[in-house]
């Protein structure tokens, strides 16, 4: 028996058999709806509101009494008996449109200065060549006397080759447009293609396409290739986020679901094409003279893209197939350039070390520098590389998603709505700045960080993360324990009162906890400590609002001179448009990616110890953190 | 309106459109009719016999008013008016099976020694690998593990490819192969591809195929990679002769004609296939195993096979699209071995000179030698090659297809019923061999020149090659002017005599004296005369039953001691069985054509002049061939 399920606000219905649950009815729709543990009932996100029809829930502590009262269920454990009516509330929604644009493009997709200048040389070229006809003096076959031509202009290369597809066109092309073409040269691996013949001249016109896929965020740079500059910035959401919000859950997706690793790899490819589109509509540019495409991210997001199997990447001894991939013409996934363009992939290092992390490094120019730097990528996995021009090593922790909102009762991504930086005055008001104009809705990683810092500072929450229970600040006793009410109801988006409980204060130290001690466990490791960094590069969306004073507070950075941390943004993506611009960084990155080693952490007994070490605010071990203890005393 | 065709003796019945050849007919029904001009007129090769309907035939001085009588025509002038009967009789069909076996494949398709050895380093390797499954001590990614049990085994190239087909599958193919995986390594241009993985150890099946594509005649040779043994021979006729005998007809039937390129793609695509079914049935290969092809062939034949545009072969100033063309995958053009598996082709020199002469010349080894020798391909072109290890320059002169039978009133291709060799002893008999066991049907190349050499001897012809009209010998008045009738119609398999006219001799004259002009007219060209000559290579099907001697005779050979000619059978497809076994082999065919430099002989004034003084028998000039003019004087 097949039921219709018709979703609200979005006015979408859709048919689904008896007995599904309504997330998946959602996904069948095309409705977004939050999800962070993939819809194993864990996260409570897939809060949605039964309006009309016959459903069966499976318990769950996630909801109060009053909220299954008024209808509210989690998606994810709630199947359809019946027709439906289902509101998807504010808070489940993806608010806006896909494609971020105006202040968040920029965020998310901003041109960082690059730190290290490379010979601009482009991994795409197009030659313009103006070739003598043949004649019985000079009869030179017609490839021939492209590469003679392509020569006499400084363009030879030890491996060149060209495919059938352009051989069978190539004798009428050439005579057709007067001896007078362009060709494009593409760097492929060791070798160099000649990607294209074009009659005449279009050399002026040649852009490439820089892509940082995020587990969460994907965000696309057009640049033009002949003069390097970046011509505009794409950013939107990761829309694989609907099969799970990290990568294990989107690999389990993959694993189990029928088709999951065909629908995880169309969903960012569709993704991808949006971005590309939108960027040369903006810009006006043709399509088919985007000739490369070169993406970043972590090694799940890149098999995603190539559609690799990813389900070795999660199970011990996580195997990925492939660190350094193959360019491929993009249009062998689908990807919507000029039909011969090319696709590379930044290499990366492991399975949890991606080519996001390269290109960050190579961003930083730390794996230039003299000097011991600390590199950190703040993401749903918090990535630490250490070294210097001689050595990096490399190390991941699962920070879980509380930076971007997820595990966190009022937690959202950094979009409108969220509050990205909190106060709370010495006379105990608290002062917030929400992104874009409306009411708070909920609260993002970076406000998140303020708000735990703000508290501790005031004194309404202690060490350990709990709530203190003297009736100060707005604490109140709810279903899940205490709770601090940072919104109230009637100054929010959402109706609902913007609160911290005591388990999402648990969930974040939890993650702070991760990356501290990942840091510091690497680099003791190596017998090194913080004190011997020069400097902290901090990579990552959220590295463009961090308070670092307020994350050395709560031990989440090391406490260390302010002046030693350097924001450099998205690296992944600057990294990836420098690879572009450039063989010379690209050969860098290439040679820094098998340069690093990487530790591991999930089995190292000491990263354990410092993790618990790491769970207190700012650390069990106060000498380490001087400058916080000087500020906390000060407050008090 | 549409007529039924039907053709005897095939019973094959083909609808065309009132109006259209009976030649077009043929073709559309898959019935083999010789023609040697493409369908203009010219050759007089395509006699078929209306046996009922109406027809109208363009007049034509080809056909006797006796034979116009018995319903001759020639199928390319005859318009279909009315269903039709007619009769391809056995003059102008194809005898026997397509592909030929036994002593014929041998012929065409014969192992010649290899004269250079070469490292045994095939393009196409397998390798077993036993890798240890990865550990968190040793997480390499799949494809590294691969790479580096590779380099362990010693096979490490600068660069390495694979593709993503391959990188879909490979996480679980290791699994479930416990580790113990077959990579298939294939040379591709200065890069070696990964080309296929395939679980536990094949390596004991790799296997490569050489085939030589002759305008008229197709071999191919089934190689074990891993010995070097060559498995089995096969050749067929080039079903491209339905198209037209020489490449000039075909090209023209390229431009000319409807999917013209295309036919001729697929027609040689076809004649491969069916060559290498019949190899790996014969040898009990699995086609899976083939994992290399490796081509050589006249520069029009390649670009045939690939389907590039050949138009402006004969186009002055003469130019091909490619002489070195790409590594491709064999499926791309519709060649059936393994999917993944590749195509190479031996590189040419020129529109003229292509890989079927440098894969000659590397097969001879005269490009190693310190002493100057001269190459001779006799085929429908004539090419010549004259040079040593320092240089080498090449010319090609058109033959014209006498030597193949074509253009000769009773000539024929050296097939079933062919006269191979002619004696005519002191007392005036006529002695002949022909080839297989039937009565004699015409006369092929090798017959020809014996015929030739002996008539003069016995002076039935003079030096000028007009028949001695003193009533000596078989000789009679015949509509096309004078003629010898070599065998009577009563000792004939078509009940015709068996004649050679004077126009024949003049046709023949043009031919030996085009190869033996081009010959000398390079010698001169670089100041050298025949006597400089150390050794002179002689290839070709055709060179198989070469006598030296009459080749003197008659001036289509310098007059040199016997001993300085070597035949070396099939040049090119021993040359493309060489490559194919080893890299370094490749390598040098790639660096000779590189040096190898053409000289135009179609332009130069001393070769017209040349040809001039070699239209007599044995030349103007008898000081150069003073042993057959000592010859002659002992027969008189």
Redesign the interface.
Known sequence: MTCRVRFLPDDVEVEVERGETILRAAERAGVYVNSICGGEGLCGKCRVIVKEGDVRSRPTALLSREEIRKGYCLACLTEVLSDLVVEVPVESRLEGRPVLVGEEAVRFGRISPKLVPYKHDPLSKKVFLELPP???E???????RIYRGLAGKGYSY??M????FN??????LL?ESDWKVTVTLGRR???VELVQFEPGDTSGDNYGVAVDIGTTTIAAHLVDLNTGRTLGTQARYNSQIKYGEDVISRIIYADNEEDGLAKLHGSVVKDINDLIGALVEEADVHLHDVTYLMCAGNTTMIHFL????P??IRR???????????V?RAA??GIAINGRGLLGCVPGV??YVGGDITAGILASGMHRREELSLYIDMGTNGEVVLGNKDWLICCSASAGPAFEGGGIRCGMRATEGAIEKMVITEDGRAIWKVIGKGKPRGICGSGLIDAVAEMLKAGVINRSGKIERDGRWNVREGEDGYEVVLVPAEETGTGRDIVITEADLATFIRSKGAIYAAANTLMSHLGFSFEDLDTVYISGGFGNYLDVQNAILIGLLPDLPPGKFKFIGNGSITGAEMCLLSEEALGEVEELARKMT?F?LS?DPKFMDEFSLALFLPHTNLEKFPSAVALLERRR
């Open positions: 043949p004649s019985l000079d009869n030179l076959s017609d490839l021939d030890p491996v080759q060209t495919g059938l051989l069978k066109r190539l004798a009428r005579r691996g060791g070798t190539l559609e690799m199997d389900s070795n011990e001894p996580y195997i990925p197939t492939a660190n350094s991939v193959p491929i062998e996934v492991g399975s990487y591991e089995t």
